[in-house]
Structures are given as C-alpha cells and as structure tokens.
C-alpha cells in the first residue's frame, strides 16, 4: 500500500568499540542533536542486520510450520511458546549467565562488604587500611553491578522487541490466509489489538526471565549468610518470603485473568470503533449517534470493570515492592529480639541490605489462539490453479458454502476456456460473487473440483481503496510501465478524471478512498485488475457505478477491446450487453439454471427481464446517469504544480506541559480524592524513612550500650548515669519500630491502591469526553485523519502510564528521604548533595529532550502498522485474488523496520540514561562511605550502615525511576492526543433550544425550501446560491454528472457540513434546530450500504423502539425473509454475510421504520440488480406516497416520472421543473442526457415524461414497465 521508505543513516552501533558499547557512547552525538532540536524521522538510523522484520519474520513462521507438523504427528496443541523459547536461546543463554553473575557473585558481595566496613568502624578502626579497602569493596562492586547489568537488560529488551516484531510478522501472515470462517473470528479490532497490545507485552517481560533462574540461586545463598549472622531468626524472614512467592504468584496470575479479561472487551470496543469510524456518515444521518455511544458505554464499563480489579492488584503489588523487603526485615527482627538476642548495627544492616531481594513473576501472554485459527488453505478447497499458456476456467459438480449450515454453489459444471466473454446474471443473492469468489479460493469448495488455468485478476464488487495516491492504488506494487499503465487509465476511462483531480495521478485519495466519488472508486478497482497482465480476468459488477455514457465506454474499450485475447468473466446486471457475450450463465439459488450463448438462451424460452427483475424494469440503458458518493473531493480544479501531502499523524513539539497533568488530575473530579492521594503519598514517605531511621537510632543505642557493657570498669558515675537514661528500653524501641511499619504498609497499601483507582477514574472520564468529542467531530475530521491513531492512546492511558507515574512519584519521593536521612548522619554529605542533585537534573533534562522525541517518533512509526493491517483485511480478497500478499508482506515488514529504527534506539537512550546515572549514584556513594571514614565526627557504625544501606537500595531503584519519570513524560503525550480529541471542532448542538424546537410531528408536509444556499469544502465551492422550492409531498430527482453537487445537496440538509445560506422544512429554518431534531425527521437509503456487527434486530431498531412484529413486518416487505432466519441473526463485521443488495434493503426497511415525510434517496440503486432497484422502487412509490421524496438519479428511468427534475452542474442550478417541460428544451441538459441513453431509450424516456405531464398515468406511482422490444 502507500509504503515509501525513509533513506536513514547507518547505526553507528555497528561501528561502535567495546567501550563504546559498554557505555552507549555511540549515541551521545544523537543525543547532543535532541538536546538542541527536536528529532525527526530523518534523524533515525538503520535497523541492525539481525533485527530486520523479513529475516525474523521468516524465521519464526518456519519454526511455528516446524512446531504444527510435530504436534500434528504428536496428537498435541502446537505451542508457540516452545518455539519461541528455541529462537534466541544462545543470546538468552549468554544473558542469564551474565544477570547470574551479577546475582550471585556481586550483589551478595555488597552486603557482605557493608558487614566488615560497620565491624571494622565498631572496632575503633575507622581509619585503618582494611576499612579503607571494605569501603572501595563497596564502590568497586556496585560499578561492576552497572556494567553488567545494563547492557544486559538492554540485550534482553533487545530480544524482547526480536520477539515482538517476529511475533507481529507472523500474525500479519496469518491474517493473509485466513479463511472467510476465521475471519468472523478475527475482526479488525481484534488484530489491531493482537499487535498494539498483546505482542507488545515480549517488551517488558523478557527482562524477567534471566531472574527465574537467577532468583532461587541467590535466595538461598543470601539464606545461608543470614543464618550465619542471625541464626535461626533468619528462618522468620526467610519463611515470610516463601508465604509472600505464592501471594504475588496468585497475584500475577489473576492479573494475566483480568489482562486477558481486559484484551477481550478491548479486542471488542476495537471492533466497534473501527465501525465507527468506517461508517461515520451513516450514523450521523441516521441520528445513531446516542445508541453507539450506549454500545461503547456498555463495552466500557465491562472493560472497566477488569480494569479495576487489575488496578487494585497492581496497587498490592507495588505496595508489597516498595513495602516488602523493610516488612520481611520487621519480621525478621522481631523474632530474634523475641529469641532474646541483641541488636547490633553489623546485623541490622546486612540484614536489611540482604533482605532487599524482590520477587517478580512474570505474567506472560501470547496470541497463540489467533495462529490457531483455520486458514485459506487452497488444496483443502479443491481448487487448482495451473500455469497454462491457453485461458481455462473448468467446474466439475462444485458444491461451496461460506458457512457449514448453507449451501452457496450447488452442484456447478461448467467449461470455458480461450478468448470468451463470460456473462453471469442472477437476482440479488443468487450466487454470482461467490461464483467469483470460489475461482479466487475465498469460498470453501466442499465437493467437485474447480481448476484455474492460467493467471487471474480480479476486480470487486465493493472497490477497495487505500490510502495513499491514486497510481499507488492502481500499481499495487507492480512495477511502472508507463505504456501500459496510461493505457490502462484510457482504457478504464480515467483520464478525464486525472483532470479533476487536483493532483492528478499523485493525489492522496485518503483512507477507504474518501477524496473519491464511487464511480471513480469503481474505475480505480477495475484499472488495478486490468494493469496486471492476466490471462483470465475476473470483473464482478464494474459497470453499476458509471453512467451510461461511461458504461458503454467501458464495455466496448476496455472489456471488449483491451482485454481482448483473454478469457473474461463479468457479473453485471445490465441486460443490453448479454448478445455480445460468448457465453451466459444465469443463477439461480446457486444453481445454474441456464448456460449457452444470447441465441440459444433466448430460444430456450429464457426471458432474461423477469428472471432479473421478478417486476417489470427498463432497459439497462436507460439507467445509468452517474454515480458520486462524495463529490466534496472532485470538483474540476486546475492541476497544481506542488506537491499532494500524505495523511499521516502530526508529531507533537516540546515537552509535556504543566497544565496537561493539571487537566490530566483534574479529568478526576475529585479535589478530595486528590488531595488525599497526595498526602498519603507524603506521609507513607515520612513512616518509611521513619522506620529506617529509627532502627539505625535503635542499633546505634544497642551498640553503645553493648560497649559499654564489654568494658570491664563499666559506666561509672555521670556517664553511666547518662547512659542508661538515654536507653529506652528494647520493649519501648520494639513498640516504636512496630509502629512505624504498621503505619507504613497500610499507607503504602492505601496510597497503591487508591492511585490506580484514582488513576482508573482519570482514564475511564478522560475516555468518555474523548468519545464523545470523536462522535461529535464533523465528518471532515474522520476523513483526513487515518483511523490507527486512535488504536494505542486509550490502552496507554489506561495500564502503562499509571504504574510509570507510581514509580516514579514513591521513587522520588523515598530519594528525598534517603537524601535527608544520609545528610543527617553526615551532615558533610549536604555538599556532595547538592552536585548530586545538580548532575541529575542535567542529566535528565539531557536524557529527557532526546528521549520525548524518539518516544514520539516511536508512536508515529507504530501506528501506520495497524493502518496497514486494518486496510489489508478490507481489500483481502482483492490481495489474494492479485496474489500479492508478498507485497504487502514486504510493506508490512517495511512498517515495523522503521518502528524498530526508533524503538532500538529508544530502548539504547533507556539504558544510556541508566548506567550514567548509576555511574554518577556511584561516585555519590563512594562520598558517603569514605567521608564516614575521613571527616565524619561520628563513628557510629549504625550511621553508617543506613547511610551506605540506603543509598545501595535507592540506586537499586532510582535509575529506574528517573526512567520512569521520564517514560511519564512520553506516555503523557497520549494524554496530549486525549484532551486534543476532547477539544475538537464540534458540531452544532444535537438538540434545538427550547423556543426554537420544532413540533414533535414536525415535518407534516415535506415542503423544501433553498434560499441562496452555498456550501463548500475547504476554499472549494460545491454548491453556490441554490434558490428553488420543492412542494409537499412532492417527488424531485436530482441528476448531473460526477461533481455536479448532487450527493453534496444530501450533505446540506443534513447538515453534515453546514451550509450558507437557509434552507426550511415546512417554514422550520433547519439552520436554527438541533441536528437531531433534523436527522430524525429525515429518512436516507445511502448508496454504500452500511450493516453493523451484532444482530439483525440492533441494525434495523438500535433504539429499541419496535416490536419484534413490526420488525418482522418490514423484513417481509423487503423481501428478507429468507435471508434472515431470526432477529438474533448474528450480522458479521461490517455486514458480509449479506450481499450488497442485501444491504441495501435492510437501509430500506430502516427507511419504512422511521415513517418520516421526507425521504432521501442517494444513489440508493447503484449497485444492485434490476430485481432488487424493482422491489425497491414499487417499496418506495408505495410506502412512500404520502412523502416528499429526493432522489439522486442513478437510473434515469426511476425519476422519469417525477413531478420535479432538478439538474446540477459544478455546483450550479441549471435547470429545474416538469421532466416534461424539461425534455421542450431542444438544448437542455436534461435533453442531453436522455439523448445519451439511445433512441428507444429516449423515445420510452420522453413518452413516460408526458403521460405524466398530461395526467395518464400518475406521477411516481408504480415502477416503469420494460419496453417489448429486446435489449441493444
């Protein structure tokens, strides 16, 4: 699709020495260019050999073929998870090696260490050479533990994101062969959320693998030197963390419940958006708006619901991390005071220290379940395709069914091969796209064998349209010939269209093709097939959304004469053209009723008019005039020198202001709440440094006093009498420290849990306001902004950014206690302090400005990835039909080696800001341990001990939480992109105010009135000063060529862009109501017909107004009865599980329900067969007679007996009045068109005009009879 790949610079990591890796200096030049600018796509490097999505890609789907077959032969569900873990094992091996080490060698050692160094200074011998050497010990083994650590966490997120992108390339396969069964499982929503959550979770857990081995090893050494220290006591604190194991491992597995609890609502708020969005138009004509929105509440609050029990157990869990290893320690020394022993300073901190080992388990999610799905497997679906050098189409007894309860194709034979033209015809549901779709291998064959001789392309019934420019649509990854392809464009008579077009070839035609009309749209599929070379071509219906004048151009240029030598199959409904075919086969049911040529089909006594219609209809040539779907975009415009710019998401600038977490707390509604949030945050803070403090007071006293008592002469006079009075008492010390740590975890415990509700509160109001903006932003906003920008925010604000915040407030937060407590054991440490703070504010505000640009840089290259995906399932069948699935692959893999450019190098910044902070965390310690040693006046080793202790512990976690605070920062942005949707550009209110609220049988008679009505799209002018009135009750067709303003009239009286000028309703100026005052009132059949996913009863009645008997009552009359089992029917995504005639009339029966007194027709019979626009018609002119209907003429023959005919020309009102009257004109333009439409056509046109005219037959009351003579 629209894929142009960015030229980057060469990772300089490739280049990079050793040290340079070590310490991720290769990417300080790129962090100097983020300092002073913001970073743009250009800015980025290459992807490494190793990372690109092709060589992963093909790796993976090797490995999972290898892994089905195995269990295949074992009997067994295949596992992905075994395949995964055999992808990187050398490097993850080599990793856990490296994370063991670090484990079990130089953590253990620290503590260790701080034992001797608090020994030595209790000794008396602060100012020995050993001391000296414990001191540098501890220096030496936490760089090492810098070193070590980082770049091996980055090799494991390194994998982590292997993973992700191999995973993601297999799922993006996967959904190319997906069958037509599975993909009723596998909605758009779904994928989307397969890739931007599920596969995204290989990025956070891989990190936690190495610790599964390492963990266990380093517990029971640690378990070993506590014993040896403490004694049996150690067995209380050890004993309470094999309790605490299965407590986060009950945690984590009812975490992954509610995750995947979770990814199921959003997998299904997903679907619904995507419908949304998709089918915007049609719910804002409809007036949809509210019950949608209820949809997404319901959704929501489910959702919610599991979003909820996720955030309290993440609040435990944080709480139990920031808590657990000071509780473990409480425990711990409670029973060996109990036993009777003595605190020391040497014990209390090794202890403490030792104890500072926390448990993670992981929780890991795979979306295995999707690869599982069934495939479009062709050898299953007995269908061959052969290399042939000779065309050949060959049915043998095909029998084929889309779903296992309903046959589709019933017991086809048939034989065709060379240069022929293939005609099929059939009433609507009859057969003849799935007849197609059978020669293509998107319906299961389940009895007979079709074979395919030779190449095929194919065009849909329903083009499908990519973003990107036009000759990208057209080229679909072929190379360029410029020959051929401006043949083709001739050929597909598009050059006109070339004119139009701003841009021409090069203009963006946007998602779904929105800047193109539906005629266009169907010339841009046809011209796609045709630009192929194929020897067979496979066209279904490319003539129902042109003109005429069009269609006999495309028939006789393009079908007949440029595709000449191949081997043609067309369905049409267009009976003029079936003498020239070489062969017909009419369907019927799934039947072949009738093969053979024109002759010896009409001979056979086939009356082809009543099979088509079951009613009377007119001449296929009488009723083409034009379709436009949305003129807005195709006015005539001179073409422009400059060039067209891509849709694509605008990157935000700057940092994340102050006023956005303001808006961001604020979006709560709760002053109360907040500012109970933050004093629980300040004041678990002041219990838990507190309760460090206290227990280094408490062991400072015990050393003193166990002095004391050693020395043989004892505390005599004064001293000993000072002595004892400062000693409180161990039952009085005991008390105190229980109390701070029983106040410290219910707060901590308090403050967890209340942040994430408060946090899930935030996301679940800001999710509402955002909605609810979306739903009320112009249409104009859906049509130049791609939908995948909407996939990831919601997610984001929901589960990543509150444990970032958390993180990075109580990290914060315990520096500044651990600060205060170290300078108040050495008041000499404020100095270095201060330099400490210093270096990190620069360092972040470094790390920060690069590391927001990648961040967003990263968000940007993400979303084109769901784009893409979401746009290949809507034109899959035309993918797989053009066997192109290796271009997309390709371009699928393009995506993701982008995103891999900026997120390698997001992940490296991570780990840059990491070890130069340890790095400068490590000269501050080296401070603290040798300033106790040089110039501190106390020689207190409990001073020490929470000195060196605690900077130990912070550094532990205070890299992580500057990273946090500035992954704050980035997540933030999708805060950002949150309150910009609330701010959108709305429409005007829903509702009328109270003195200009129309009746509640408003409107009676249908009078419409235009009073110098203008309306333009941007700068562009598409209807200008329209004054006419239409009279009640009063039928008035609308015809004009493709961008005359016909479909942009619809867009006017219903506001959907709001118009100049005024424009009244029975005397009601619709400008000054409520737009659902307005919509309502008015019924619309759509020319693109638009079903959504749930039941049958929830697309024609989602208020839940009628009666199952009136909605059976209107099925009926729709002639749906069949197609419709029970109103529980369950309608597939986006309606395909009805054919397109279908379709169109469940909007028709949606139009009968409303009983509105204007009715408006746009294009409403554009693609359907004669059949279903005769049942449509006879619907229309009966239930509707006592309505003003506007018709926008598709078929001049269904406004011929109007009483109005109004004709448009680039906007302008050229003619308006009695078709009749009209047709006197010799040199009218209605004359022309009816002129262009040949001459029995025309004599049956302008004698129908005056029976009306001169009262022999009433206006608009039955539908045309068919002319006796045959077709042209």
Not at 1148 to 1164: H, S, T
């Amino acid at each position: 699709m629209d894929f142009t790949e960015t030229k980057l610079k060469r990772n300089p990591v490739e280049k990079a020495n050793p040290i340079s890796r070590l310490f991720f200096l290769w990417l300080v030049p790129l962090f100097r260019k983020g300092y002073k600018q913001d970073l743009v796509f250009q800015d980025l490097y290459t992807v490494i050999k190793s990372d690109h999505a092709e060589t992963l890609g093909d790796k993976l789907e090797a490995a999972w073929n290898k892994e089905l077959e195995s269990a295949k032969i074992r009997g067994k569900k295949p596992s992905l998870s075994k395949v995964l873990s055999l992808f990187v094992w050398k490097r993850l091996l080599f990793s856990t090696l490296f994370y063991c080490f670090d484990a079990w060698i130089v953590s253990v050692s620290q503590p260790l260490l701080l034992r001797a160094l608090i020994q030595t200074v209790n000794d008396g011998n602060k100012n020995s050479l050993e001391a000296f050497l414990y001191a540098g010990g501890i220096c030496i083994t936490t760089f090492a533990h810098a070193i070590i650590l980082h770049p091996t966490v980055f090799t494991l997120f390194h994998m982590g994101m292997q993973y992700r992108v191999a995973t993601s390339a297999l799922i993006y396969r996967k959904a190319l062969r997906l069958s037509k069964a599975s993909q009723g499982n596998a909605t758009v929503g779904k994928l989307v959320n397969l890739l931007s959550n599920d596969t995204s979770r290989f990025d956070i857990n891989m990190n936690f693998i190495p610790f599964l081995a390492a963990g266990p090893v380093q517990f029971i050494i640690f378990s070993y030197f506590l014993y040896d220290v403490i004694g049996p006591a150690c067995f209380a604190g050890i004993g309470f963390i094999v309790l605490l194991l299965p407590m986060m491992y009950l945690n984590g597995k009812y975490s992954a419940k509610f995750r995947l609890s979770v990814a199921n609502r959003t997998d299904t708020r997903g679907k619904i958006m995507n419908e949304l969005i998709v089918g915007i138009r049609v719910i804002k004509m409809y007036a949809w708006e509210v019950p949608f929105s209820m949809l997404i509440d319901q959704v929501r609050k489910l959702e919610v619901d599991e979003l909820k029990k996720r955030a309290i157990l993440k609040g435990i869990n944080l709480a139990v991390i920031n808590f657990g290893p000071k509780f473990i320690a409480y425990v711990t020394f409670l029973v060996y005071v109990l036993l009777d022993n003595q605190m020391s300073s040497e014990k209390v901190f090794f202890t403490l220290t030792t104890l500072y080992v926390v448990t993670q388990i992981m929780v890991h999610f795979m979306p295995q379940e999707f690869l599982l799905l069934e495939e479009q497997t062709k050898g299953e679906m007995l269908v061959q395709h052969l290399t042939a050098s000779d065309p050949e189409i060959r049915f043998e007894n095909v029998t084929a069914s889309w779903t296992k309860d309903r046959i589709t194709l019933d017991d086809i034979t048939l034989n065709v091969s060379g240069d022929k033209l293939l005609m099929v015809v059939g009433a609507v549901g009859s057969g003849k796209s799935s007849f197609l779709h059978s020669l293509i291998a998107e319906l299961s064959v389940s009895r007979g064998q079709i074979t395919v001789s030779g190449t095929t392309s194919y065009a849909s019934q329903e083009p499908w349209i990519f973003a990107g420019n036009l000759r990208q649509n057209i080229l679909f990854g072929q190379p360029f010939d410029s020959a051929r392809y401006w043949a083709t464009v001739k050929a597909c008579e598009l050059d006109p269209d070339l004119i139009q077009l701003p841009f021409g070839d090069q203009t963006i035609v946007g998602e779904r093709g929105v800047a193109l009309s539906g005629g266009q749209k169907a010339r841009v599929g046809l011209a796609r097939a045709l630009y192929r070379k194929s020897l067979i071509y496979l066209l279904d219906d490319p003539l129902s959304a042109v003109d005429s004048k069009v269609s006999r151009q495309l028939f006789e240029k393009c079908i007949r004469g440029y595709l000449a030598g191949s081997l043609r199959v067309l369905v049409t409904h267009q009976l003029q053209y079936l003498p020239q075919a070489d062969q017909i086969v009419v369907l019927h049911q799934g039947k072949i009723l009738a093969q053979g040529n024109y002759d010896e089909l009409v001979s056979k006594g086939i009356d082809f008019v009543s099979l088509m219609t079951s009613e009377s209809g007119l001449d296929e040539a009488t009723r083409k005039i034009s379709v436009v779907h949305n003129e807005k975009k195709t006015e005539e415009v001179a073409p422009s020198d400059s060039k067209p710019e891509k849709q694509s998401e605008k990157m935000l600038a700057g940092s994340v202001t102050g006023k956005t977490y303001l808006e961001y707390f604020n979006t709560a509604e709760s002053f109360i709440g907040l500012v109970f949030l933050i004093v629980s945050f300040l004041m678990a803070q002041v219990l838990l440094s507190g309760n460090d403090y206290w227990l280094s007071f408490w062991a400072n006293d015990e050393d003193r006093r166990s002095s004391i008592e050693r020395n043989e002469t004892g505390c005599i006079g004064v001293e000993s009498v000072s002595c004892e009075n400062n000693y409180l008492g161990r039952d009085t010390y005991l008390l105190i420290y229980t109390g701070f740590n029983v106040g410290a975890i219910t707060l901590t415990i308090t403050r967890g849990v209340w942040f994430f509700l408060f946090c899930c509160k935030i996301s679940i109001n800001l999710h509402d306001r955002m909605f609810r903006s979306l739903v009320r932003a112009p249409t104009k906003f859906f049509d130049e902004n791609p939908s995948g920008k909407f996939t990831k925010d919601v997610g984001t604000i929901d589960e990543l950014l509150p444990p970032a915040m958390s993180d990075a407030l109580a990290i914060f937060l315990n520096m500044i206690g651990v600060i205060t407590v170290v300078i108040i054991s050495n008041v000499y440490l404020s100095v270095p302090t201060v330099f400490l703070f210093i270096a990190l504010y620069l360092i972040r505000l470094y790390f920060v400005q690069t590391a927001r640009s990648l961040k967003r840089l990263e968000s940007l290259t993400r979303s084109p990835l769901f784009t893409h995906l979401a746009a290949t399932m809507q034109g899959i069948s035309t993918i797989r039909a053009s066997n192109t699935q290796s271009i997309l692959v390709d371009q699928f893999d393009g995506h993701q080696d982008m995103h891999s450019s900026a997120w390698y190098l997001f992940l490296a910044s991570n780990r840059w800001f990491g070890i130069w902070l340890e790095l400068i965390s490590c000269g501050f310690l080296t401070f603290v341990a040798f300033s106790f040693l040089i110039i501190a006046s106390s020689s207190d080793g409990g001073n020490i001990g929470l000195a060196i202790s605690s900077v130990l512990t912070l550094m532990g976690s205070f890299q992580w939480g500057m990273r946090q605070s500035a992954e704050t920062e980035n997540f933030m942005t999708s805060v950002e992109r949150a309150q910009e949707y609330v701010k959108l550009e709305s429409e005007a209110p829903l509702e009328s105010n109270s003195n200009k609220k129309p009746p509640s049988d408003w409107p009676i008679g249908g009078q419409i009135r235009f009073q110098n009505v203008f309306l333009t799209y941007g700068e562009k002018p598409v209807l200008k000063n329209l004054t006419f009135e239409i009279g009640a009750k009063e039928k008035v067709g609308i015809v004009g060529r493709t961008g005359a303003g016909k479909s942009s009239m619809i867009a006017a009286l219903f506001r959907m862009t709001e118009p100049m000028g005024e424009i009244f309703i029975d005397g009601v100026n619709i400008g000054e109501i409520g737009l659902h005052d307005l919509r309502k009132s008015i019924s619309i059949i759509p020319q693109d017909p638009v079903l959504f996913s749930g039941d049958v009863r929830y697309n024609l009645d989602p208020f839940g107004k009628f009666q199952d008997l009136e909605l059976w009552r209107v099925i009926e009359e729709v002639e749906l009865k069949d197609a419709v089992p029970s109103l529980d029917f369950k309608v597939a995504d986006g309606g395909s599980n009805f054919s397109v005639g279908q379709r169109q009339l469940v909007c028709l029966a949606r139009a009968i329900l409303r009983k509105n007194r204007v009715l408006l027709m746009d294009e409403a019979t554009a693609s359907v067969d004669a059949r279903t626009d005769a049942l449509i018609q006879k619907t229309i002119r009966s239930k509707f007679s006592d309505c003003t209907i506007i018709t926008i003429a598709h078929r001049l023959h269904s406004v011929i007996d109007c009483d109005k005919i109004l004709v448009l020309d680039h906007g302008n009102l050229e003619e308006f009045g009695h078709p009749y009257s009209l047709l006197q004109n010799t040199e009218g333009k209605l004359t022309s068109m009816v002129a262009q439409t040949g001459k029995r056509s025309e004599a049956m046109l302008r004698r129908l005009a005056q029976e009306v005219y001169s009262g022999r037959r009433i206006s608009y009351s039955e539908p045309i009879p068919e002319p006796d003579d045959e077709p042209e």
